[in-house]
């Protein structure tokens, strides 16, 4: 048995300079005596307690250490050995504090292990070591130092609850507009008395209160569309502060990191501004705005719209929605949306709705929108706007039920006035007075003439009442052009008329109204053009389709007046063109005609060269 008690152990224990710590092995592990040495040591890194039980003495070591520890203990009770281990007392204010523990077992005979004899030594840091650590540092500090300057945001470290600030970088210098020396080492407050102003000026006034909450709750804030107003900038910010911990698990500064928004926020008020002159726009022209998901297979309708179609409801159903659409034109809508789908581009389609399902109370709608895809190219949605152009519609369709009538009444007349022209012209040929027969020819071209615009107000009423339908059959195009060309020689003997390309190309269409088309073409080029001038005519086959183009040497035509040629009534004017006669509905007519026909009618020109104009139809074995 050992007398721990002894005052002979306790004076060699009292005057050892080297820690010693006794240890008891059994029925637990626990310290039973230590000397002055070593409460010096423990002391020295920061510790406060001795250690009697290493299990209520959790911070001592690390888990890791402890189980160390323990196992070092048993293999020297086992073996009756000693044993060394390294360890790193956590609670050290010194990261590099090691200490280095023997242990020894006190023998007895063959008696079991009871005590253990634990000497402690500090490991000295050798030199190299100590320079590695302190070069590993600087380079460190370089290292956050370079990113803290070179951050393209502003970034500062403010220290304990005064805020005091400890680094700043040149970027929140400049916003804050002081210098390093007005800021470092000094609280927040003191350095930046404007702070104050300024909360007040913003309703922050609690800002500076929850920076300093963070120490206690330790939560990271953030702080979205800050305004700040100082003497050098004035803007928007977001300002992040993450708390920073010591080892021991307390915050003790806060990094602060400051960007612009000034930019964004900015933007963001613009576009709100923008959407409020859009609504104010919408209420005024009393359109409705519609939103598809194409997913959700859902129609989201904006109040305006719902008024429109006279729905209880906002949203509904896709299906829904194409049931109140009248069957004359759900064809030509899911189309026409389908297309703009496909060539990604807008569309703006006039359609009719049943309303509450009921086909005798119907309104005409227009509709424009386009989709918007997302990042794998995928539409998501389809957005647009909503008008009623009931009113509207119905005025055309009275106006042209006029212009239908007018022209109609107008051509009884005309085709009788017509026929005693002719039977005069049979009645003179008889005598030798040339004088009345050349006066009747130009009575007889005249009367054309006017009947040609006659039809051509005809075939716009008809047209646009959607009661032109097209009597198709297969013939050859160039056949067509060869005719109409050979005739219009001989009505403009001023031109000479070419056809050249192709001898035959066979397609499904109206012939008579293609022959129109042609004709047209013809009729303009000859009269936006000089006397004796060419007038080239071209078939040609271009993927499918045929491409007839009818080409002069004219006025030409300005690149401004080019995108509304084909628009309804429309007439370049210019004093080239005062003196020539006509309503501007020609090339309209022939639009409508090819479209109807799924081809394309477009133009080229150059000013004071001449005119290309031309359309494409697809060919029989394309259809
Ligand atoms: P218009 O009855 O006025 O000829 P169109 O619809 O046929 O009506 O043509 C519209 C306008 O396009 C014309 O007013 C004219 O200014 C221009 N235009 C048409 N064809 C030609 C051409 N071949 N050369 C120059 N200008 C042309």
């Not at 100590?130 to 380079?139: A, W």
């Not at 698990?249 to 602060?256: D, G, H, K, P, S």
């Not at 959700?296 to 949203?315: D, F, M, P």
Request: proline share 3%; with cysteine.
């Amino acid at each position: 048995m050992i007398d721990l008690a002894s005052p002979f152990l306790k004076a060699l224990l009292k005057h050892s300079k080297s820690p010693i710590v006794i240890f008891k092995v059994k029925p637990i592990l626990v310290v039973v005596e230590h000397n002055d040495a070593y409460q010096a040591l423990i002391a020295r890194v920061g510790g406060k307690l001795k250690f009697y039980d290493i299990d209520i003495i959790p911070n001592l070591l690390s888990d890791a250490e402890k189980k160390n520890l323990v196992k070092t203990v048993q293999t020297v009770s086992e073996l009756k050995a000693k044993r060394t281990l390294v360890i790193h007392p956590i609670y050290s204010n010194s990261p590099n504090v090691k200490w280095e523990l023997e242990f020894s077992p006190v023998l007895q005979n063959d008696r079991p292990v009871e005590y253990l004899i634990c000497s402690l030594r500090e490991i000295p840091i050798d030199e190299n070591d100590l320079e590695h650590i302190l070069f590993e540092l600087s380079e460190s500090e370089a290292r956050f130092r370079g990113f803290f300057e070179q951050a393209p945001l502003g970034m500062c470290v403010l220290k304990g609850p005064e805020l005091i600030t400890e680094y700043a970088n040149d970027n929140i210098l400049k916003l804050w507009g002081k210098s390093r020396k007005e800021v470092i080492g000094i609280s927040q407050e003191e350095a930046r008395p404007e702070l104050e102003k300024q909360q007040a000026l913003v309703k922050q006034q609690a800002l500076v209160k929850r920076v300093k909450d963070i120490f206690k709750n330790e939560q990271p804030l953030t702080i979205n569309e800050l305004k700040l107003s100082t003497p050098v900038s004035d803007g928007y910010f977001i300002a992040f502060y993450e708390p920073l911990k010591n080892d021991k698990n307390e915050v003790t500064r806060i990094l602060v990191i400051i960007k612009d928004i000034t930019e964004q926020v900015n933007f963001k008020k613009e576009l709100l501004k923008a959407k409020d002159i859009l609504k104010i726009a919408m209420d005024a022209s009393e359109m409705g705005s519609w939103n598809i998901d194409l997913e959700s297979k859902q129609v989201l309708l904006s109040e305006r719209a719902q008024q429109i179609y006279e729905l209880e409801n906002n949203r509904l159903g896709i299906e829904e929605a194409k049931s109140l659409i009248s069957s004359e034109d759900i064809g030509h809508l899911t189309s026409g949306i389908r297309r703009a789908l496909h060539h990604r581009n807008a569309f703006n389609i006039e359609y009719q709705i049943n309303l509450n399902g009921i086909s005798a109370k119907r309104k005409w709608l227009r509709t424009a929108g386009k989709a918007y895809y997302n990042e794998e190219g995928k539409a998501v949605y389809i957005a647009g706007a909503v008008l009623d152009i009931t009113e509207h519609k119905q005025d055309e369709i009275r106006k042209n039920d006029f212009i239908g009538m007018v022209s109609h009444e107008l051509k009884t007349p005309l085709t009788s006035l017509s026929a005693y022209v002719q039977l005069l012209q049979y009645k003179f040929k008889e005598t030798d007075n040339d004088f009345p027969i050349q006066i009747l020819d130009k009575i007889n071209v005249q009367l054309k003439r006017m009947s040609l615009m006659i039809d051509g107000f005809l075939n716009v009423s008809l047209l646009e009442s959607g009661k032109i339908l097209l009597n198709r059959t297969n013939f050859n195009l160039v056949d067509l052009i060869k005719t109409i060309a050979e005739e219009s020689g001989m009505v403009l003997p001023s031109h000479f008329i070419q056809v050249i390309g192709l001898e035959e190309v066979i397609v499904n269409a109206d012939m008579e109204k293609i022959g129109n088309v042609i004709n047209n073409l013809i009729g303009n080029a000859a009269k936006y053009s000089k006397k004796d001038s060419l007038i080239a005519i071209k078939c040609e086959m271009q993927k499918g389709y045929a491409i007839v183009s009818v080409e002069d040497e004219g006025i030409g035509i300005r690149e401004n007046d080019m995108p509304r040629l084909f628009d309804r009534f429309y007439r370049v004017e210019s004093p080239d063109t005062k003196t020539i006669a006509g309503f501007g509905v020609g090339l309209y007519i022939c639009a409508e005609i090819i479209e109807r026909h799924q081809g394309k009618i477009w133009a080229k020109s150059k000013f004071g060269e001449g005119s290309t104009f031309y359309f494409s139809l697809p060919t029989s074995n394309n259809q």
